[in-house]
């Protein structure tokens, strides 16, 4: 079924007007530098759209805005600077917006470097979901979270992209929080569609799709599950259609084309990573969109479909009830049957799709109403009226100490009597609070970052990064 792109009657915001309270005579009279850092930019992904729209938001309102990344993709490297160029470069007086994912080297170096900070949290999925899958992200994820607590003390402000990031700064004990909402920029949704994705698909069989990394807690397999019964018990003329990239992932795609011998189950595509011209076809050809994630910090894929008028059957879990305001509809079954028999009802009934793709209408309208615009520059402006900050000490082992903390907690987690058995090491700081002559701080409060945290830095500043070509530099 196709389309007209650009068919919601909410337009984008990525066009937004700026903030009507700031004049054109206030934007010439600021001054000031707000940067951004990450560790990638990426082409086409949720947080690469959003990291460009600040930046616009920002130079439109005066400010000298860079882009600092460890690696960019190559269509966008002439819009970002190597990180290494902040150390001598930042300024106390200036506003860095942090945008952290996995610690990286961009992370630290701008943790050691002047300059106030706000970060912004994206989430980080649970390392659990990639056991057995890929152990060295399971390692990240682990110590990401971790390192998420050391910049409790180094930020002036801690920014989730959704309530339920809000929600988990505030209980890892960051004091001051707030919601940046994600940039709803729809532009590149808006180009002509890729003419060869409407001729191999859009042949009158129902379009199931989903649009995610093939990554665990994305639960591909229950889509694949529900979309077996779909085929089998109500729709024999039906595909589905898996859109994004499996790269590092091969195991997991693996076990998905297992599982799917295993049922049976004809006709389910993985497309890779498109362009913007194929995800625009894609969108455009779908009958619906099925989504039994188990783990999302927004989760910008509904929000497409909302855009395209695609009708969107999603998992409530995490933030995706948030996420969807409303529109469209939620489950909360693991039963493959239930699934099935919910997108048979949705795609068999005319009346019900209408009703479902008004929904999504409203909560769209609803976001696009925000002022994007006026909320970050507040939150600039709140970062901007407090005292400058000088680069912190930070001990030469600040960071190694995460390694050793990671350790510990294997230990502690799976050979208990060899972690009991080691003696107290006030020195070390990464024991549990809990245990005698221990010197950390007092753990987090969620119970999967029960190891403590590292001890605050000692006064000792580490050399900055060798300074060495990379791709992403402009200088």
């Known amino acids: 079924m196709v389309r007209a792109a650009g068919a919601s009657p909410a337009a984008g915001a990525g066009n937004a007007p700026q903030d009507p309270r700031r004049t054109r005579t206030e934007r010439r009279r600021m001054s000031g530098r707000v940067h951004q850092v990450l560790a990638t930019l990426g082409y086409g992904d949720a947080i690469g759209h959003e990291v460009l729209g600040i930046q616009r938001v920002l130079q439109g309102a005066g400010y000298e805005s860079e882009i600092f990344v460890e690696t960019a993709d190559r269509r966008l490297e002439r819009l970002t600077t190597d990180y290494r160029e902040m150390v001598g470069a930042l300024a106390p007086d200036d506003v860095v917006i942090h945008h952290f994912s996995i610690g990286s080297r961009a992370s ?226 693991k039963y493959p049957f239930e699934v099935a028999r919910l997108m048979a009802a949705i795609l068999d009934d005319q009346v019900l799709e209408d009703s479902i793709i008004a929904s999504q209408d409203t909560a769209l309208a609803r976001m696009q109403r925000r002022d994007f615009p006026g909320t970050l520059l507040r939150f600039v402006d709140q970062v901007r009226a407090l005292a400058p900050r000088p680069a912190p000490q930070v001990a030469w082992d600040f960071w190694s100490q995460f390694d050793q903390a990671e350790r510990l907690e294997e230990l502690r987690q799976f050979r208990p009597a060899v972690y009991k058995a080691l003696p107290p090491d006030p020195g070390r700081g990464t024991r549990d609070a809990g245990r005698a002559g221990s010197t950390a701080p007092i753990p987090a409060t969620r119970a999967r970052d029960a190891a403590s945290r590292p001890p605050d830095p000692a006064p000792r500043t580490p050399d900055p990064a060798p300074r060495t070509p990379h791709p992403a530099s402009r200088r």
């Open 108 to 333: 630290r170096t701008a943790y050691a470097l002047p300059g106030r900070m706000a970060l912004v949290y994206h989430n980080i999925t649970p390392p659990e979901y990639f056991v057995g899958i890929h152990k060295d992200l399971v390692k990240l994820c682990f110590r990401g979270r971790r390192e998420l607590t050391a910049y409790i003390a180094r930020c002036e402000l801690a920014l989730g992209d959704s309530e339920y990031n809000r929600d988990e700064l505030a209980d890892l004990g960051f004091t001051s929080t707030g919601v940046l909402p994600v940039v709803p920029d729809f532009s590149h949704l808006d180009l002509p569609p890729n003419t060869m994705i409407s001729a191999a698909f859009d042949d009158g069989w129902t379009n199931v799709m989903f649009v995610g990394r093939i990554i665990p807690n994305k639960k591909f397999d229950d889509v694949i599950r529900a979309f077996h019964v779909y085929h089998t018990r109500h729709n024999p003329r039906s595909r589905l259609l898996l859109v994004g990239s499996y790269s590092g992932f091969e195991r997991y795609l693996a076990m998905l084309y297992g599982l799917i011998a295993r049922l049976g189950t004809p006709d389910v595509h993985f497309l890779g990573h498109v362009s913007n011209e194929e995800l625009t076809a894609f969108y455009d050809i779908a009958d619906l969109f099925l989504c039994a994630s188990e783990h999302e910090g927004f989760c910008v894929p509904l929000i497409e479909s909302f855009y395209k008028r695609v009708p969107v059957l999603a998992y409530a879990a995490t933030a995706v009830p948030a996420t969807m305001d409303g529109g469209g509809v939620l489950y909360s079954t």
